[in-house]
């Protein structure tokens, strides 16, 4: 599978893209939303940073507690669901008078209840699309991806002007129906991938199998570690910024779409192992001048060339896979999406710790030598060959 055409021919690809565009829409204008109610109301870097990132910090608790259900609910009912509970979570927030705290409660819970979310959206879409046209379809998600925080942000930034924090967490919560409607109506109702009961224990032995084989737990630390670090970068735009943050979103959002464009349709296959640790380090090396506390301008040119490093994901993704049995295929994927996002939760409260004690773009700095350092660590191991499924996991 070559073409966008023969893509979007496949069935129950469109119905899954037009879930993941709601979803990504959704999480973008009420993120935004959140985080400027949060900084208006307490003036805490760290705060607007977890505000926005937070629901990435309960991800780990997700990974290691529901994860098992990826493969082992169906996927129509899991998504529908998912989504009318993170529409609910996102309506509460707009309560007026809600205290910071228990709309820091909402987040962990929604956060919780969005874990299964990747792994439930990736795992069917290796059902959807035979594993040769994985890469393909992975790489439009991820530009969709882009394109929804490019609108999402811009949208939501005129939003909050117009509206109120309050009113685009409201649009954010109809962006999340509009996505369970998308997921129940659109979807074929499939069987779970895996027999047996969702479970904590099913969910820890399996991710200690999946944790247990070096190169892919490689790959897994690649996919969390330098990239999240530079999102916790992006965690400091609302106080870097704070009225102009989201025009510094969406350039890191138009940046990454541009990367995934480039990465997921016109790299050729000898090249993408070696482009790995070169984008990692585009990802984190423009996010340096920021210690210099550079004006506008020059802030968005720096985090638009820098955001088309994420584009390194898409080329991980497949050697995943490849090390990866189909039974288990919807766990590892969201071992990887959980763990990303808990890796971006850490790194945004990290980030936000530094910049209560220095400054935000002197943090900012400081986090992109850290996604250096880890990109620098970790480079020997993703330069080496590596086993595929069939000639190496079979346990």
Do not use: K
């Amino acid at each position: 599978m070559r073409t966008y055409r023969e893509l979007f021919a496949t069935p129950e690809y469109t119905p899954l893209f037009l879930v993941v565009a709601a979803h990504v829409a959704a999480t973008t204008v009420s993120g935004l939303a959140l985080s400027t109610l949060v900084f208006d109301r307490t003036g805490s870097p760290l705060l607007s940073a977890l505000a926005m990132f937070g629901p990435s910090l309960a991800q780990a608790a997700g990974a290691a507690t529901l994860l098992s259900a990826a493969d082992r609910l169906p996927p129509r009912a899991a998504l529908t669901g998912i989504a009318l509970l993170l529409a609910l979570g996102t309506a509460a927030q707009a309560v007026p008078g809600l205290p910071t705290w228990a709309a820091f409660g909402v987040l962990l819970a929604a956060g919780m209840a969005g874990s299964l979310g990747g792994g439930v959206r990736y795992g069917l879409l290796t059902d959807i699309l035979a594993r040769e046209g994985y890469l393909l379809g992975r790489s439009v998600l991820a530009m969709t991806d882009g394109v929804m925080q490019i609108c999402g942000f811009a949208v939501g930034g005129g939003l909050v002007a117009a509206l109120s924090p309050r009113g685009t967490l409201l649009a954010g919560a109809a962006l999340f129906c509009a996505a369970a409607g998308t997921a129940r109506l659109g979807l074929a109702a499939r069987p779970a991938r895996a027999a047996g009961r969702p479970s904590v224990r099913a969910t820890w032995r399996r991710n200690a199998r999946l944790w247990s084989l070096p190169a892919r737990r490689h790959v897994y630390l690649a996919l969390w570690v330098p990239s999240g670090l530079v999102v916790g970068c992006e965690s400091l735009f609302v106080s870097y910024a704070p009225r102009q943050a989201g025009l510094l979103f969406t350039c890191s959002a138009l940046g990454m779409l541009a990367g995934d464009t480039t990465v997921g349709r016109f790299v050729p296959d000898a090249w993408r192992g070696r482009l790995v640790v070169p984008l990692y380090v585009l990802l984190a090396a423009p996010y340096l001048v920021f210690a210099a506390g550079p004006p506008l301008p020059v802030a968005a040119a720096a985090v638009t060339v820098a955001s088309a490093g994420y584009g390194t994901g898409l080329l991980l993704q497949p050697r995943l896979m490849d090390l990866t049995p189909d039974e288990m295929s919807g766990q590892a994927l969201g071992l990887h999406s959980s763990g990303m996002l808990a890796a971006q939760g850490v790194a945004a409260a990290l980030a936000g710790t530094l910049a209560q004690w220095s400054s935000p773009g002197t943090a900012t700095a400081l986090m992109a030598g850290l996604s250096l350092a880890a990109t620098a660590a970790l480079a020997r191991a993703l330069r080496a060959p590596h086993d595929t499924v069939s000639g190496h996991m079979a346990s």
